[in-house]
């Protein structure tokens, strides 16, 4: 267990909070540690800048969480990691497509690698990391456009020849079932499914055969053509093979 | 080329290394991928008759010298099980793994295993972090006798019983599951972990289990005492990351093994790299097959 001292702790929005530190280690774009509230829980959480000073930001949805939001500068920060795999080196035009705290796996990819942001959130209350020049869409269209961020996406209209997405699973099925069969971009998904190692050994991650945590958490489009399970089902905590009922956004 | 097939009673495996229970062996997807990846078989995570969550994260902590777990006995229980399983078509590579409170559930569940179609059973009497199941039970030599012998009248299920090493004794239980097919040696060492700087628990039940290179040498004595003891089939399980560990195994009497945590280290190549070990080790000895070096040391 990894212990580093809080550099500084802010609020981005709402319920949402960013913590940097230090610490020494090698992280990529894409990556994410178990972070440990001592205690309580250990939840998985992307980075959201990958050198230092690291940073993970977050969304407030429990007792684990909200203990991290009321950490103090100074205070240590306990984590493992970082883990997975990360986005490849983009070339040419490329476009990053976010939903809800998926913006927080794409940050350290925008900041290196500047293109195309398209940003979908509930509300405007729910919008971070939102720089002038990004396409936006809030489902109740109190920003942006009034819709889901994938209406947004294909409603440009624009070519790329890379695309990263990271959201909701159903947004992100979404964005793969409208995506032309003979697209030409590369397409990258960062997925998410109930973690409990994070190393890959105790499955509960796994989409047929593809463990998130350890084979990903990014995928190619060819690999997700063969997850049957891709926005469709998921394993809960117990293991039982659970269908997806969330909202797209 | 050595033959490094092996069998345990008349349970046939191309390759003498199998996926142990409780590591990526929830999901048929995964266990699919292990036995296309070179594991000769490959075991369930264990199995009760309801659903059960398991505990809350922190589920696992890496220590120096392997893992500490307590994942709780996390399983869809055998219906959601059975659902998911049934279309299965390797079942005759895959053993189900079982838990249960009482001779009537491990019966239960083994007569479901049985009319899927699976031919084995591994009966975990030795998880040892939840309470009136596994080693609670697994410790008691007379409740271990009570389900071999009610499964072994009962089924017609190849058994195997895997033992806690967390006894005085573990000869004593191995007697007393006398009935069974095989045994398989070890389960996980009941541990604890702490943190200095949070000063708090690594595990969110505090206790679990204990595994991966710090406990072949314990696993070994166990594989030595009950192969010297009983003579029977053992699968031997503990802190197997390289062919080197297997064949350590093998000399001291195990005809199979197990790797769970060697997985961590070495991810799915583990398979194919104990295999391919484990065959060039007997050429360049001389030996003609696997079975040639089981109990080697020891006889």
């Known amino acids: 267990m990894i212990h580093s001292a809080v550099k500084e702790i802010r609020k981005e929005k709402g319920g949402i909070f960013t913590i940097e530190f230090d610490a020494d280690m090698k992280a990529s774009p894409g990556q994410f540690l178990m972070i440990w509230v001592p205690g309580l829980r250990e939840i998985p959480m992307s980075l959201s800048r990958t050198e230092k000073p690291f940073s993970i930001t977050f969304r407030v949805f429990g007792d684990s969480t909200r203990a991290l939001s009321e950490l103090r500068r100074g205070d240590y920060l306990f984590f493992r990691g970082p883990y997975g795999n990360s986005y490849p080196v983009p070339s040419g035009r490329i476009a990053y497509v976010a939903g809800g705290t998926g913006m927080a796996s794409l940050k350290s990819m925008i900041d290196r690698y500047p293109g195309d942001v398209y940003v979908g959130a509930k509300n405007r209350d729910e919008l971070f990391f939102v720089e002038s020049g990004y396409y936006i869409a809030t489902d109740d269209g109190s920003s942006g456009y009034r819709g889901t961020v994938v209406d947004l996406f294909f409603s440009e209209g624009k070519e790329y020849d890379y695309i990263f997405v990271c959201g909701p699973e159903q947004m992100m099925k979404s964005l793969y079932d409208r995506l032309p069969k003979n697209t030409s971009a590369k397409v990258f998904m960062s997925l998410e499914r109930l973690m409990k190692c994070g190393i890959g050994i105790c499955d509960s991650c796994s989409i047929n055969g593809f463990r998130v945590c350890k084979d990903g958490t990014v995928f190619d489009l060819g690999q997700i053509s063969t997850m049957t399970e891709f926005g469709i089902s998921r394993r809960g905590a117990s293991g039982k093979l659970e269908f997806l009922t969330n909202p797209k956004r | 080329m050595p033959d490094i097939s092996t069998k345990i009673q008349n349970f046939s495996m191309k390759t003498p290394v199998m996926l142990a229970s409780g590591i990526l062996d929830e999901s048929s997807g995964s266990i699919k991928r292990s036995l296309r990846e070179g594991a000769g078989a490959a075991v369930t995570k264990s199995i009760g008759i309801e659903e059960r969550k398991g505990y809350d994260t922190p589920v696992i902590s890496i220590i120096s010298t392997g893992l500490l777990n307590a994942v709780g006995l996390s399983n869809p229980g055998i219906d959601n099980f059975e659902e998911e399983f049934r279309p299965f078509t390797e079942k005759e590579r895959v053993i189900v793994s079982i838990f249960g409170k009482d001779v009537q559930e491990f019966l239960f569940l083994s007569k479901r295993v049985e009319s899927m179609g699976f031919r084995v059973v591994e009966l ?58 095989a045994f398989v040696l070890i389960n996980t060492l009941k541990a604890i972990g702490i943190d200095i700087y949070s000063r708090k628990f690594l595990l969110s039940n505090k206790v679990g289990g204990y595994s991966g290179p710090g406990i072949k040498p314990v696993a070994q004595r166990a594989v030595y005492d009950v192969y010297t003891e009983t003579g029977k089939d053992i699968i031997g399980v503990g802190g197997i990351n390289t062919w080197e560990d297997a064949v350590e195994f093998f000399l001291l009497g195990a005809k199979a093994i197990q790797v769970g945590t060697g997985l961590y280290y070495e991810d799915y190549a583990i398979f194919n790299k104990i295999n391919t070990g484990i065959d060039a080790y007997l050429e360049k000895e001389n030996f003609s097959n696997l079975g040639e070096i089981v109990g080697l040391s020891v006889r």
Do not use: Y
Request: net charge negative; with cysteine.
């Open chain 2, 124 to 181: 975990n009497l030795s998880c040892p972090h939840v309470k009136g199941v596994g080693s609670e039970i697994g410790q008691d030599p007379e409740t271990v006798e009570e389900i071999v012998n009610e499964l072994r009248r009962k089924t017609n299920l190849q058994i195997w019983a895997k033992l806690t090493p967390n006894v005085t004794d573990i000869t004593k239980i191995a007697k007393a599951a006398e009935n069974a097919d």
